[in-house]
């Protein structure tokens, strides 16, 4: 794993950008650095609105400057946000599936460029930080037989996320959703279904022969692997405990247990090394890091679930409202309906 370095974009965006590289391919993440909260109140007190627009567009410059060797996260575009699709609603936050806008139907993303997609309409990958919300994913995905997807999941593995001792062993304990930064619950947890009306939307988990041909998706979930993210002491050991959601930097459960308030453990029993979930099986056969979260249709015969996934892959995303980017927008272009 190659090492990655911080984007400096001047007072305004310090902190805006951390990538990584992973076997040749960069992933950015926005884990445990990007704050744009906090970052557009300190715009907002440095800086007049038009200085602060000034500002954002020499971030952009930078940024577009800086791409070799590198892949930087997206900045968010106030006309795409104002724009974006909104194909379903819950809790808050519009969500859209990649398949269902004709610019992005027959297209397929790594997990970088996935987030990038979404973060140009102010939203990011999709974090199931609930069961509700996992299983309205299940269901998407399911009915309209989606393959798979990207989620905003990520390990804690690159450099800056060792101080999440949380996370550690990272296989377990270090998955969280990249979107939020959420992290993730243990993935060795013991599957149990206690909820009644779980079973519906589970059937196909236990069914497949019911299953769609919508064999994966991407999610926000990352492995937190990258570097910047040895700071995340949380997150050790990373197997179990250096999940998080990359969208919002959200710590998840750890791997092998059951979440707080679910009645069942999302990550799959089983895999290509016909062991449960996740369990890096990419590095065996090419000495890539499984890093990311998707969500895979069946594709293991284990009904919907989710998997550790090296994070080059192309997949279609669901992107999902991120709150941190809509209120940069607005702060930034007052008066756009949002």
């Not at 905003?152 to 969280?176: A, T, V």
């Amino acid at each position: 794993m190659a090492v990655a370095r911080d984007a400096a974009l001047g007072n305004a965006a310090y902190g805006l950008l951390l990538h990584e590289r992973i076997r040749g391919i960069y992933h950015h993440n926005l884990d445990f650095v990007l704050h744009l909260s906090n970052i557009t109140s300190l715009i907002l007190r440095a800086f007049m609105q038009t200085w602060a627009l000034v500002v954002c567009a020499a971030a952009l410059a930078a940024l577009t400057g800086a791409q070799k060797p590198g892949r930087f996260l997206s900045l968010p575009q106030p006309q795409k946000c104002a724009n974006r699709p909104k194909e379903f609603f819950y809790r808050g936050h519009n969500y859209f599936f990649t398949g269902h806008v004709p610019s992005l139907a027959n297209k397929k993303f790594d997990w970088l460029d996935g987030r990038n997609i979404c973060r140009e309409y102010c939203m990011d990958l999709v974090s199931m930080e609930t069961q509700e919300e996992n299983n309205l994913i299940f269901k998407l995905i399911q009915t309209n037989d989606i393959p798979y997807i990207w989620t905003s999941g990520r390990l804690c593995d690159f450099k800056g996320c060792e101080s999440r001792k949380d996370l550690e062993p990272k296989n377990i304990f270090g998955w969280f959703w990249s979107a939020n930064r959420e992290k993730m619950s243990p993935t060795n947890q013991v599957f149990l279904v206690e909820e009644i009306e779980i079973v519906y939307v589970l059937h196909s988990w236990w069914k497949p022969k019911i299953i769609h041909d919508i064999p994966y998706i991407w999610t926000s979930g990352r492995l937190c692997d990258f570097k910047g993210c040895e700071s995340r002491k949380d997150l050790e050991p990373k197997n179990i405990f250096g999940w998080f959601w990359s969208a919002n930097r959200e710590k998840m459960s750890p791997t092998n247990q059951i979440p707080n308030g679910w009645g069942y453990n999302p990550w799959s029993q089983t895999g290509h090394k016909k062991q449960r979930q996740p369990d890096n099986a990419e590095f065996d056969i090419n000495g890539t890091t499984e890093s990311c979260l998707s969500i895979l249709n069946n594709v293991y015969n284990d009904g919907i679930a989710w998997h550790d996934v090296a994070c080059y892959h192309e997949k279609p995303v669901v992107c999902e409202d991120s709150e941190e980017l809509l209120n940069y927008v607005a702060s930034t272009n007052p008066g756009l309906r949002l």
